[in-house]
T-cell receptor, first 112, second 111 residues
């Protein structure tokens, strides 16, 4: 089945540690996105990528990094510079700008 | 920038109708999306409006007025499974594919 797979579902980070969240899609979509969602708030854009080997910062990119070496994959690294990383992280993809974004099941990141 | 407002919470009875309003202020406009999100799950796409008017899809309808910066999502014949958060998202004219999301409206359906 086509879709977006995020892993792991739950992740714990120690202070000073970098962690990487995986996002893979087999929908052949060009564009991929990372969002952060905090309780009672809407989704905020961290990074997005329109094509392979290219990506742009969203509204809250500080403390995060991404790569887009393959069309199918868009991993997000939460670095130690992100002082408040506890949140629900959602990856999305879309084929063109007129099509809706489809979301993965999310990764819930917590601090140990 | 963009500012998107929607009510925080609405409560309705099973079988009733609920209308969720969304107002937006954007520097250009290239479409409005509605998503449904159950607690702890990913958002799922419900509807898309880019032209003025009503789009109907089964029990769900969405309306757009670009001149007023206004949209609503209408849920008819409410069922218990419709209890969820409903997110309004706007795409600006200068941002390819990027969406700006409202904070979401929590709909509680009671028996």
């Amino acid at each position: 089945d086509g879709g977006i797979t995020q892993s792991p579902k739950y992740l714990f980070r120690k202070e000073g540690q970098n962690v990487t969240l995986s996002c893979e899609q087999n929908l052949n979509h060009d564009a991929m996105y990372w969002y952060r969602q905090d309780p009672g708030q809407g989704l905020r854009l961290i990074y997005y990528s329109q094509i392979v080997n290219d990506f742009q910062k969203g509204d809250i990119a500080e403390g995060y990094s991404v790569s887009r070496e393959k069309k199918e994959s868009f991993p997000l690294t939460v670095t130690s510079a992100q002082k408040n990383p506890t949140a629900f992280y959602l990856c999305a993809s879309s084929s063109t700008d007129n099509q809706p974004q489809h979301f993965g099941d999310g990764t819930r990141l917590s601090i140990l | 920038g963009q500012n998107i407002d929607q009510p925080t919470e609405m409560t309705a009875t099973e079988g009733a109708i609920v209308q969720i309003n969304c107002t937006y202020q954007t520097s250009g406009f290239n479409g409005l999306f509605w998503y449904q999100q159950h607690a702890g799950e990913a958002p799922t796409f419900l509807s898309y409006n880019v032209l003025d008017g009503l789009e109907e899809k089964g029990r769900f309808s969405s309306f757009l007025s670009r001149s007023k910066g206004y949209s609503y999502l209408l849920l008819k014949e409410l069922q218990m499974k419709d209890s969820a958060s409903y997110l309004c998202a706007v795409r600006g004219a200068d941002s390819w594919g990027k969406l700006q999301f409202g904070a979401g409206t929590q709909v509680v359906v009671t028996p």
